[in-house]
T-cell receptor
């Protein structure tokens, strides 16, 4: 049983397309994180959110606490957005316990 | 990433030998974590620390030990490396109480032959 489920697992898009990656979780949380990992690269934290919506450049993250669901949107996608996007939740029930999704692999074709 | 470094970046070692990976931070963050990343599993927590000399196990702690004798350093030791410990290891820091999220190190690729 996975506490965090992401969809889709793999995604291929044409440059310029609007992209949505979804994350559903089954535990109570104090915060949700979206992480980005480029091939062979390190992991970068994109967003930390516990309610509502955050925007950074072409990236938008939303969370619905009642539905236990978050989405990461990329507007006007670009080949440099090609990476694995990981959803992680910090559980409000067990303090510093974290649960990670297995990631969504995004490829943006020029 | 700025403020957190892992060493070494790559290591090849033989089965049965001890290995220590180092995570060093300059951010004075309270929490430090060791994860391993394997295909099909995503990131899995090995151990974490919530202060100097305060550590706790994660979901895949068997075969690993940690130590944190000062705020800036968190060491991960494989007492007797096995081939199943071949993986990429990431260190991360955070300080939730001050509003800081995750910052990850660049990773250590460990191969046990």
């Amino acid at each position: 049983k996975n506490e965090v489920e992401q969809s889709p697992q793999n995604l291929t898009a044409q440059e310029g397309e609007f992209i949505t990656i979804n994350c559903s979780y089954s535990v109570g949380i104090s915060a949700l994180h979206w992480l980005q990992q480029h091939p062979g690269g390190g992991i970068v934290s994109l967003f930390m959110l516990s309610s509502g919506k955050k925007k950074h450049g072409r990236l938008i993250a939303t969370i619905n606490i009642q539905e236990k669901h978050s989405s990461l949107h990329i507007t006007a996608s670009h080949p440099r957005d090609s990476a694995v996007y990981i959803c992680a939740v910090r559980s409000g029930n067990t303090g510093n316990q974290f649960y990670f999704g297995t990631g969504t692999s995004l490829t943006v074709i020029p | 990433d700025a403020g957190i470094t892992q060493s070494p970046r790559h290591k090849v070692t033989e089965t049965g030998t001890p290995v220590t990976l180092r995570c060093h931070q300059t951010e004075n963050h309270r929490y430090m974590y060791w994860y391993r990343q394997d295909p099909g599993h995503g990131l899995r927590l090995i151990h974490y620390s919530y202060g100097v000399k305060d550590t706790d196990k994660g979901e895949v702690s068997d075969g690993y030990s940690v130590s944190r004798s000062k705020t800036e350093d968190f060491l991960l030791t494989l007492e007797s490396a096995t081939s199943s410990q071949t993986s990429v290891y990431f260190c991360a820091i955070s300080d939730w109480g001050k509003g800081y999220g995750y910052t990850f190190g660049s990773g250590t690729r460990l191969t046990v032959v």
